[in-house]
Structures are given as C-alpha cells and as structure tokens.
C-alpha cells in the first residue's frame, strides 16, 4: 500500500528541504507542486503574458506543458515544454508569477489533476500550499510547516545573497509577507492548517533535526 505525506505551509518555512530529504530517506517519491506553478510562471513571463489579466493566462495554458522527473541521484527536475527550466525558476520573479497565476482556478485544476496522476499508487512526500486541503485530502500524514517571520526572511535573504541578489531583509520581509497574503486569501484552494494537520515549527531547528523529529514520531 502506498503512503502519502502532504506538506504545506508558508513561504520559506523550510517545506521543501523536509519534503525533499524525508522522501529521500523512507525511499518515496518527492512531489514539489510550488515548482510546477514557478514553471507557468516562466512561461508567462517568457511570453510577456500580462499576469494579472485571467483571460490571457488561461488563453495560453494549452500550450504548456509541465512535466517532473527524476535524475540518476533522484534529484526532481521540472520541464517545460520539454526544457529542463529547475535552475530558472528559483527567482522572486517567478515566485511572484506564480503566487498570482495560481489563484486562477483554470490554472489550479490542470496542475491539481497532474499532481495527483503522480501521487497514484506511489508513496510519495508532497509539497505545496494546498495539498492537505485539496490534492490529497487523504494523506497518511499531514504537517503544516512554519517558522517565525523573521526567519524565514533571513533564509531567504541568505538565499537571494547566495545567488548575488542585492536585496535587505527589510524588502525580502516585505515580498514574502505580500505573497503569503495573496496564498492565504485567494479564492480557491487558499493555504490552510486543515484540523488533521500537525503543526510543525522549524524556526529553531536544522534541516537534519527537523527531519530526525518527523522521522521519529511518526515512522
Ligand atoms: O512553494 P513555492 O514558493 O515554490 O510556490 C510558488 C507559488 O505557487 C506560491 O506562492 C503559491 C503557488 N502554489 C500554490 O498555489 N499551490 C501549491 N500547491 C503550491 C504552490
């Protein structure tokens, strides 16, 4: 029988770091649903789609494709259109493109159904926003990840400075409480701690500890 863990919570919480080493070590799949929106996203971007007009982002949603697969380490890769885009979509700009075009409702329902064809009859670890609450609603396992604001600005202030983005945490601040706003209050499938959702704060924890705390209270 397979196994599923559904993962969700806030920007930067650390859901993909959990999700990503907690498949690795129980041998599952990992499903990182957020990449597969970035991956709309960078097309619409690509394409000089106005964003924020619904009409001209569900215009084009025929012509995208987005697919996941694995690599020889297991790494996840995402494609679009056939093009491996994984180290394009880490940007603000794309994050930011894909917080406002999975509010449309259109865009949800063509991601939603690849993400549970994935899930079929595979034990897997996904990530997201709405995978409790909607995708898979009967996971063996729910966890709503958070961490404090201002940690979770600092992450990914150290991530932006990482890749040589001149930014202060002031501003990252900023950005990341605007998109958690727009993720928690849009219409459809917003970001919810569903009541069988255990709560897990990763504020004061490493990645390896968050991940021995989850594997050793539930496996
Ligand atoms: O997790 P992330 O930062 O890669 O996600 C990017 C955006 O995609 C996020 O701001 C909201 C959207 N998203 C969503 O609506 N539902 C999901 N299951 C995953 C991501």
Known sequence: MSYKIAI???????????AKMLAKELGYVYIDTGAMYRAIG???????????????????????????????????????NGED?????RTQEVGEAASVCSQYLKVREKLVSL???????KSCCMDGRDIASNVLPNANLKLYVTASEECRAKRRYLEEKEKGIDTTIEKVLEELKARDYRDMNREHNPLVKVSDAIEFDTTDLTPDEAVDAILSRFF
């Open 85 to 89: 885009i994984s180290n394009k979509i």
């Open 115 to 121: 993400q549970r064809k994935l899930a079929e009859e």
């Open 8 to 18: 969700d919570g806030p920007s930067s919480a650390g859901k993909s770091t959990l």
């Open 42 to 80: 960078l097309y619409l971007i690509n394409n000089t789609i106005d964003i924020h007009n619904e009409n001209d982002v569900v215009s084009v949603l025929d012509k995208i494709d987005v697919t996941l697969d694995y690599d020889k380490e297991n790494n996840l890769h995402v494609y679009l």
